[in-house]
């Protein structure tokens, strides 16, 4: 039912080793103002060439590896209509253009989301030449790699060194004891206080807060680790949360699972075909996730059984959102489609009964959502925001509007909003669409009222704001400050940060430069690429830069990035810099971090999953 693992986490980096990845990022040019741009977001990387004339296209297909041009030429183009192939030949969502007189749609149509492109304007006809993923030329690199030793064979070495270092929970040859008293038991009447972390960003009100202190110096404190019996790449995990008896919830690709503090797996919930990509809510004795296949579902907390399942659309978004629960009322995106910004997304929003999962009443945004993450403000209303960074405040119990404002049309963010408890919400929208983003593509954080939306203040941001902020108490700065991490994913030669602001002006306060993206895709993506697809799961996680940052008890920010590295920050000396040793711990889990992950702290633990394990440090 799963490999558990123990082993003793690493300890700090040496101060030379350190201070090479913690240094602050030299200055970069600019981005390129012409009128080539990237096609990132849930794309795939590329540089950008200087020019658009025909000797920099043929440049940049030589620079971009395994691309292949396609060049069309016609009136404007828009986009028609696009679906995953059923073949599942390639690493990506595949998209069909409707061009104008002149080009090969067919041409298209076959290849995957295009890595780049140039465009020039002659007259009233553009020329418009893309560069697409060559799924044949991947595989064979991937597996050309993998000839001497497959993925598979390093994770069980890598997976054996760890285990010779510390005795084992439990043998990774054999399944973990399920647990024999598991029985039906009757819904407990708790409130969200009762658990440690109640959803994927934390409990009501003050989410993404910890009331619990995780060691700081973490990295030498790894009790266990889990990941999929059949391999680290036979399923992608998600989001984790914990009840009150430290017991540990999971979400992810294939399912649901429930560990307890030390590792036993207790039950486990299959889902597939569908799959399970948002992070679970624990409330009232229940587990609350949905699927792709737009199920909402409830599972007993004590014996995975299913209370209850609803069929709330067709399909559920392929992205990294949130499943929440309160005042009896369970929220959900849902109704996967056009249009949006950004190819199919979440059309409308869900309520319904927490109890029974009989729908109480649907709305449908100005724009579709992505990375759903409804926070409930008290026990009658709740806000959300679209992928524009529009904010909506809506009733719990009838989901009738009470105020909307902000958002920039026709962009779209990776990031989700927070609530603070000085009575604001935060919002992210990046500046530009989605076919002029890079690494310096600005953004905005923007602060309102929640009693009314009015905007307090905004800050332009100098890296696209693709995740979810936390807002709290942070060492050493007085009152609330607004935990931000910046970061382009998905490209090549990016570097991420994460920035803090004063929660009621918007003034920065301290920023982490963090790593640089030295793949062609996140960590874990290409190598995990053909065990996944062969158990039938999503290929790739193409996650956002970094997880969900979670704010501990102390103060101490906690979160994932792309490159695979866990992070405990601080600003111990008040420069505004956040570096060193004083400053920065720093764990490498191999892989990238989903949007919908975000670490959840209880007493005495602390637990994270990357795109593919479970990781759980103590003390």
């Not at 693992?5 to 040496?14: D, V």
Request: aromatic share 8%; proline share 7%; charged share 25%.
């Amino acid at each position: 039912m799963g490999v558990v693992t123990t082993a003793q986490g690493k300890p700090p980096l040496p101060a030379a080793k350190k201070s090479a990845e913690a240094a602050p990022a030299k200055d970069k040019p600019k981005a390129d103002k012409s009128d080539a741009t990237d096609l990132v977001g849930r794309g795939l990387p590329a540089r950008l060439p200087e020019k658009s004339e025909k000797s920099e296209t043929r440049r940049l297909s030589r620079e971009i590896p395994f691309a292949r041009e396609v060049t069309l030429s016609g009136p404007p183009m828009s986009i028609a209509s696009a679906a995953p192939d059923a073949s599942e030949s390639l690493p990506c969502r595949r998209v069909r253009y409707e061009e104008g007189e002149k080009g090969d749609a067919g041409d298209v149509a076959t290849h995957s989301w295009p890595l780049a492109m140039t465009r020039e304007d002659r007259d009233d006809q553009k020329r418009i030449t893309m560069f697409f993923l060559d799924p044949a030329q991947l595989l064979e690199d991937i597996r050309s790699q993998g000839k001497k030793k497959e993925p598979d064979e390093e994770d069980e070495e890598e997976a054996a060194a760890d285990d010779s270092k510390a005795p084992s929970v439990a043998a990774t040859a054999s399944a973990p004891p399920m647990r024999e008293d598991a029985t039906p038991s009757a819904k407990e009447e708790e409130a969200d206080a009762s658990y440690s972390w109640a959803t994927g960003r934390g409990n009501f009100p003050q989410y993404a807060v910890s009331a619990h202190a995780a060691p700081f110096y973490f990295s030498d404190k790894l009790a266990w680790q889990w990941h999929h019996p059949l391999g680290r790449f036979a399923t992608l995990t998600y989001g984790t949360v914990i009840d009150g008896e430290s017991n540990i919830f999971l979400s992810a690709a294939d399912g649901v699972r429930k560990f307890d503090k030390n590792g036993t797996m207790l039950w486990e919930y299959s889902s597939l075909p569908a799959e399970v990509i948002n992070a679970p809510s624990v409330y009232d004795g229940m587990v609350y996730v949905s699927d792709t296949y737009g199920d909402v579902i409830a599972l007993d907390m004590q014996t995975g059984h299913k209370v209850w399942k609803t069929h709330v659309a067709d399909e559920i978004g392929q992205d990294n959102g949130f499943n929440m629960v309160h005042a009896g009322v369970a929220l959900t995106a849902c109704d996967w489609r056009f249009p949006s910004p950004n190819l199919q997304a979440n059309q409308k929003v869900k309520g319904l009964n927490a109890s029974t999962g009989e729908e109480l009443w649907t709305f449908k945004p100005d724009t579709a959502v992505w990375n759903f993450l409804p926070l409930f403000v008290d026990d009658s209303s709740f806000v959300f925001q679209d992928m524009t960074g529009k904010v909506y405040r809506l009733e719990v119990g009838t989901g009738s509007l009470m105020w909307k404002n902000g958002g920039r049309n026709d962009t779209w963010t990776d990031g989700s909003a927070a609530v603070g408890p000085n009575g604001l919400v935060y919002a992210v929208n990046n500046n530009q669409p989605v076919f002029m983003k890079s690494e310096y593509s600005p953004g905005t954080l923007s602060a309102y009222k929640i009693s009314d939306g009015e905007l307090v203040w905004q800050v332009t941001t100098p890296r696209p704001p693709n995740n979810a902020p936390a807002v709290g108490a942070v060492k050493n700065l007085p009152g609330n400050s607004v935990v931000m991490p910046l970061c382009q994913q998905v490209l090549p030669g990016a570097t991420c940060d994460v920035q803090v602001y004063d929660a009621e002006t918007g003034a920065l306060r301290w920023i982490f430069h963090g790593p640089t993206q030295t793949g062609l895709l996140q960590a874990g993506d290409m190598e995990g690429y053909i065990a996944r697809t062969q158990r039938g799961v999503r290929s790739m996680c193409l996650p956002n830069g970094w997880s969900a940052p979670t704010i501990d008890a102390e103060g101490t920010v906690f979160v994932g990035n792309e490159e695979g590295n866990f992070y405990a920050l601080r600003d111990m000396d008040g420069d505004g810099v956040v570096f060193g040793l004083e400053e920065v711990v720093q764990y490498d889990t191999k892989s990238s971090f989903s949007g919908s992950s975000s670490p959840a702290v209880a007493p005495d633990l602390l637990a994270v999953a990357s795109c593919d394990t479970l990781f759980v440090f103590k003390g």
